[in-house]
């Protein structure tokens, strides 16, 4: 069966304090409310700023179904590159998971998809998984060119892969228009974004992997949201910005399938 992934992008906000509060909040949570409806308790995946991924790692350590991530990665190991966190790095302080391309890295930072595509490789080379980031901007919505941006983004950045190397990422979908903008796309936008996905790894991989591949929607999903998002065949969770930075509301998420 495919996975389902609640996790929660903290981006740059909250003290350590606050933070290992959070992330204790959530272990707390997970540990003591196993759901047990048809699709089973989602994974949860916290990425968190990188200054706080040790301490919130120890934090949560040996939480069944709960890990960390980085939010970002650089494209080398190692080397005269300050202020960059390397994949190693990463994973040598415990974390499995890292977030690439995640829209604001692509419009503050530059971050093209062939750069991400490098991040991708790097990290399944050293046992992280990517989390994959693509949607499109407003403009190319309403100009109808939102199925060809994502197609170019998933293509240049992940279709390179092998089967076995594409099976470990996860996609994220998030429509830039809806991220941090309180305007979420409708359940019916997601499904249809999410649908066109699937059938495009389908078409380069084939059907099995298609289905058992996970996609998850990213962009204002909140508490009373995330059921109806969540309740369409090809969303198979989400990527939180906003609304995972108060452990009630992410937690309620993490309760929506
Ligand atoms: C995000 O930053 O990935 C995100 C989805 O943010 P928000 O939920 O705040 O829209």
């Known amino acids: 069966m495919r996975k389902k992934i609640v996790a929660g992008n903290w981006k740059m906000n909250l003290s350590l304090t606050e933070g290992l509060e959070l992330g204790a ?21 916290m990425f968190t700023p990188s200054v706080y991924l040790v ?3 120890e934090k949560v350590a040996g939480t069944p179904k709960l890990s960390t991530g980085a939010q970002n990665c650089h494209t080398e190991l190692k080397g005269a590159y300050t202020g960059e966190t390397s994949v190693k790095m990463i994973q040598s302080a415990g974390v499995i998971n890292v977030l690439v ?3 604001e890295r692509r419009s503050y930072f530059g971050e093209t998809n062939e750069v991400l595509a490098k991040k991708v490789e790097i990290a399944l080379a050293n046992g992280v998984t990517p989390m994959y980031c693509c949607g499109e901007v407003l403009d190319e919505r309403n100009a109808g060119n939102h199925f060809d941006v ?15 190397e594409f099976a470990k990422t996860i996609i994220a979908y998030e429509p ?4 941090g903008t309180g305007v979420t796309a409708s359940p019916e936008q997601a499904q249809e ?3 066109y996905i699937r059938k495009l790894i389908s078409e380069k991989y084939n059907p099995t992997v298609a289905e058992n591949y996970t996609i998850l929607y990213g962009g204002s999903c909140n508490a009373k949201n995330a059921a109806e998002l969540f309740a369409n065949k ?5 990527l939180i910005g906003g609304a995972s ?11 929506s399938f």
């Not at 909040?25 to 995946?45: M, S, Y």
């Not at 994502?150 to 076995?164: A, C, D, R």
């Open 25 to 45: 909040a959530i272990a707390g949570f997970v540990k003591n409310n196993p759901l047990d409806n048809l699709n089973g308790q989602p994974d949860v995946i």
């Open 55 to 57: 301490p919130v790692t």
């Open 101 to 103: 391309g995640h829209s």
């Open 150 to 164: 994502v197609k170019e983004q998933i293509e240049t950045g992940l279709f390179w892969l092998s089967e076995e």
């Open 176 to 179: 830039v228009w809806a991220i």
């Open 193 to 195: 974004m999410h649908a």
């Open 234 to 238: 090809d969303v198979d969770g989400g």
């Open 245 to 255: 930075l108060q452990a009630e509301d992410f937690c309620k998420i993490i309760q």
